[in-house]
């Protein structure tokens, strides 16, 4: 069982940064792939970024990559998502989730989910 909880969103202009943080609780964090996901008013969840236990790969999806890095700190049991040249339509609630599968994108194959963070880019 991992619980998930999310920090660090708010208000940003566009062009601007915001760090997100996930801290979970449970023994088996780095036995997980970690995620973030994220949902826009009216649009689907769409995946964003996930690492995998090592905290060496990463994959992103094609509309963030090159300005967000997701990272994790498996001794804090945390992981982040560093979010850099924000852009409105980056403007969701953010999830952080866990899976069980190192190759995890679909929300599909996430089994434990963040209450979720607002993270608002003005422009």
């Known amino acids: 069982q991992v619980q998930l909880v999310e920090s660090g969103g708010g208000l940003v202009q566009a062009g601007g940064s915001l760090r997100l943080s996930c801290a979970a609780s449970?023994?088996?964090?780095?036995?997980?792939?970690m995620g973030w996901f994220r949902q826009a008013p009216g649009k689907e969840r769409e995946f964003v970024a996930q690492?995998?236990?090592?905290?060496?790969?990463?994959y992103y999806a094609d509309s963030v990559k090159g300005r967000f890095t997701i990272s994790r700190d498996n001794a804090k049991i945390t992981v982040y998502l560093q979010m850099n040249s924000l852009k409105p339509e980056d403007t969701a609630v953010y999830y952080c989730?866990?899976?069980?599968?190192?190759?995890?994108?679909?929300?599909?194959?996430?089994?434990?989910w963040g209450q979720g963070t607002q993270v608002t880019v003005s422009s």
């Open positions: 449970g023994r088996t964090f780095r036995d997980y792939t």
């Open positions: 690492v995998a236990w090592s905290g060496i790969n990463a």
């Open positions: 989730a866990a899976s069980g599968s190192i190759r995890a994108r679909s929300s599909d194959e996430y089994a434990y």
